[in-house]
């Protein structure tokens, strides 16, 4: 439905009237009978200053309409509603009308994709949807540096997550299409068909799905954690003979890594970052838990054996081709759930990894004392006293070595 004059769809593209006026006699967008244009010329107006910047110029663009080699018919679709148009305040506005942070709105462009804006930028309609989301966040309490934060990852987990997404469509079915010789239009039918519609509904669930239960799987470590913080400082939780390890190892740098070399890359470094540490780990009476993107979760029933096994790890990641890998492990009670550990044991051997150099491998004075017990065939050096992100106190670390 057409519903915006020449000015307006300037306005909303973030281009000038002349500029409008160009793409209409170049025929890339064209008014109805009242001379007003929809939503997907706004977006057709965007696309033509983005192509124009990448080095087409518009002119080509119409050159191309025109031959039937392109088309733009698809930014009318549903799907393609996400291309968000810009609203009429800027960042500094919204600010203002809300008394939210300028800085924490103006994370939401980078978390949504974008390069870092002015104050005086025009907010998009998509963005002033985080918008409920910053203000909930901060009232609940959280700090601001926590809210930016939080924006920062979901945004870069997302953008990882669509470009995989992306990258196998057009390898899987706009590529083989185009070297059959399909015409602009067929690719379009694809991308087009019912099926093709059904993957963004379905994608969209399946989104949502997922973030739910990843929050349920973190909100579950928080109450577990918490309660047997309470019940284990009250003295109701009995101590552990000989308590398990937990151990993390994490890969420097392996998500720039992967996102160099590619899909079929990461695909294999991962698979063989697998391998390597269901191997070794199980070798020495370890069970991987869960991966992590960079890294892995261990459980190891003796600690002694676990630090072997990570002395291992970290030795082999660079012959499956990976940077160095950094270690962090705790032993103590540790809390079972549908497959996942939680408690003390796993926040601190967490924080240790994260605090592990390339290459490192860091215990705790539990690790120590139980290896040297069971005579494991390793030694340690002390590093002394640390004090870890989240964790209250100054903790005892090792580095460990090969005995």
Not at 170 to 193: H, I, K, N, Q
Not at 282 to 288: L, W
Not at 293 to 319: I, Q, S, T
Not at 341 to 355: D, K, P, Q
Request: aromatic share 4%; net charge negative; proline share 5%.
């Amino acid at each position: 439905m057409a519903e915006f004059t020449r000015d307006q769809a300037a306005v909303r593209a973030g281009v000038q009237r002349p500029y409008v006026d160009r793409l209409i006699g170049l025929e890339i967008i064209t008014p109805d009978a009242t001379d007003r244009l929809t939503r997907g010329d706004v977006r057709r107006a965007k696309l033509a200053l983005t192509l124009e910047g990448a080095g087409i110029d518009p002119s080509a663009l119409s050159a191309g309409l025109r031959g039937g080699r392109l088309s733009l018919a698809f930014m009318d679709l549903p799907s393609y509603q996400r291309f968000a148009t810009l609203g009429a305040e800027s960042f500094r506005d919204v600010s203002r009308r809300t008394g939210l942070p300028l800085d924490s709105l103006m994370v939401v462009r980078e978390a949504t994709g974008g390069a870092v804006p002015d104050p005086d930028d025009r907010i998009r309609e998509d963005e002033l949807l985080v918008v409920p989301f910053i203000a909930a966040e901060l009232a609940s309490g959280l700090s601001r540096r926590s809210v930016d934060s939080a924006l920062r990852v979901l945004g870069e987990s997302l953008r990882r997550a669509a470009e995989t997404h992306s990258a196998a469509w057009r390898a899987d079915l706009m590529e083989p299409l185009l070297a059959r010789g399909a015409s602009v239009a067929e690719v379009a039918a694809a991308a087009t068909s019912e099926d093709a519609e059904g993957v963004d509904e379905a994608t969209d669930e399946a989104v949502l799905a997922i973030w739910h239960a990843q929050q349920a799987q973190a909100w579950t470590a928080n109450v577990i954690s918490g309660f047997e913080s309470i019940l284990t400082d009250a003295g109701l939780v009995p101590r552990v003979d000989r308590p398990p390890a937990i151990c993390f190892l994490d890969i420097t740098g392996y998500t720039r890594l992967t996102s160099e070399r590619g899909d079929a890359a990461a695909a294999d470094l991962a698979d063989g970052l697998n391998r390597l540490v269901t191997r070794t780990s199980m070798e020495r009476g370890g069970k991987p838990v869960k991966w992590l993107g960079d890294g892995v979760m261990v459980h190891f029933r003796e600690p002694g054996l676990g630090v072997l096994a990570a002395l291992e790890m970290v030795d082999g990641v660079g012959e499956v081709g990976l940077p160095p890998a950094h270690v962090g492990l705790h032993a103590g009670p540790v809390l079972f759930q549908e497959g996942d550990y939680f408690g003390r044991t796993v926040n601190l051997a967490s924080r240790i990894a994260e605090y592990a150099r390339p290459g490192e491998v860091l215990v705790t004075q539990e690790v120590v004392d139980a290896a040297s017990a069971s005579n494991a065939g390793c030694r340690f050096t002390e590093i002394g006293p640390v004090e870890l992100k989240g964790i209250p106190g100054p903790v005892r670390l090792h580095a460990a070595h090969r005995g």
